[in-house]
């Protein structure tokens, strides 16, 4: 099999793993598959995402490359996908590998592969750009280390939000030693883009619970983001008649992550709006706005962890407001970067106020 055959096969297997929000990943369709417009600290970076192998000894109920499942066995030599990347950053202004593998026999002979190719694009074609590195559950302690020296961000997906529920979707990781021991491994190494990590949305965890670790992640491992993605039935798995998981679901923990990782909130806040452990079904912010405002607030007057909640206005927003930008009428809170519509119902302006939505 040529290598552009590989490509197609290994690239569509590698599109499971995110490397953001939906609308921050933009698959690009045109030429060879898996690559993306991907979000990278703020920029947009375009990202060709694949696998080394898609042969694994796993037996993840959700995945396509499980063992059990038939498909065509495909593997790049390390030279192979050097030689395409390499094509790729030169002639489709590729400027980032995202480089996973599934598992077929030992997790370290097929991370020595994989750190082979970042070593040959590092050093042989002087590729200095973005490399997101997926660890290998059960990889050594030194191949990790190895890899770091290598990557600009590292990765190895929970997939679950505890032990059972991982228990349910796999029977060959343990939860605590293949995963949880390696994530507190990258957490020491010097990162510059630090550590990621991706959870399934499915119907075997509730929102609180998948909240719960994602806020151990940050405070405890200082994880750079959690990803998160709602369950795709796929054919071939054991899952495959189960009902897809809705992306407005995942979408509303994508608020919720925000508001813990840049606005500073806590999880306590987000409890009290959750019924039976789930996100009501709309914008979490605004949720706990409607709960928790007794009145209208004077946007000239409030303090800063007052203004970031209000909805329609974000940390930015309440800087220049602190800073003495007033605000006189609603165009100076737009002018500051707010969301006039989302924010009238929570604040008062020169004296005046809409109407709150707890008031209709």
């Known amino acids: 099999m040529n290598v552009l055959d590989k490509a197609k096969i290994l690239a569509e297997a590698g599109g499971y793993d995110s490397c953001g929000p939906k609308q921050c990943e933009v698959k690009i369709k045109e030429g060879l598959g898996g690559i993306y417009n991907a979000q990278t600290e703020h920029k947009t970076c375009k990202i060709f995402k694949t696998l080394m192998s898609n042969s694994c000894k796993f037996d993840c109920k959700y995945c396509q490359n499980a063992t059990g499942c038939e498909k065509k066995k495909v593997k790049y030599k390390p030279e192979e996908l050097v030689t395409l ?170 608020n919720v992550d925000f508001l813990l990782r840049s606005y500073g909130y806590k999880l306590k806040e987000v409890n009290p709006i959750m019924d039976e452990g789930m996100l009501p079904k709309e914008d979490p912010k605004l949720a706990m706005a409607k709960a928790n405002f007794q009145g209208a607030i004077d946007v000239n007057e409030a303090s800063y962890e007052e203004l970031i909640r209000i909805p329609g206005i974000g940390p930015k927003t309440a800087r220049r407001i602190r800073g003495g930008n007033k605000i006189r009428k609603y165009t100076d809170l737009h002018k500051l970067g707010g969301w006039v519509k989302r924010a009238k119902p929570f604040i008062e302006v020169n004296g005046k106020r809409q109407k709150m939505l707890t008031e209709f």
Request: net charge positive; aromatic share 8%; glycine share 6%.
């Open 85 to 254: 990347f390499d094509y790729l950053h030169k002639n489709l202004a590729v400027n980032g590998l995202f480089l996973s593998s599934g598992v077929s026999g030992d997790p370290d002979k097929v991370t020595e592969e994989m750190i082979e190719t970042v070593k040959i694009l590092r050093f042989q074609k002087r590729f200095n750009g973005y490399v997101h590195f997926k660890v290998l559950p059960g990889t050594s302690k030194e191949l990790v280390k190895q890899a770091s020296e290598l990557s600009t961000r590292m990765s190895i997906n929970i997939e679950a939000p505890n032990s059972s529920v991982l228990n349910e979707l796999s029977s060959c990781k343990d939860y605590k030693s293949d995963i949880i021991r390696r994530q507190k491994w990258i957490s020491k190494l010097n990162l510059g883009g630090g550590q990621a990590t991706q959870m399934i949305v499915n119907n075997l965890a509730t929102d609180k619970e998948v909240l719960k670790m994602t806020d151990w992640e940050y405070n405890e491992l200082s994880l750079k983001r959690v990803y998160y993605s709602s369950f795709r039935p796929v054919k071939g798995t054991p899952l495959e008649n189960e009902k897809a998981e809705s992306l407005s679901r995942q979408n509303h923990l994508y």
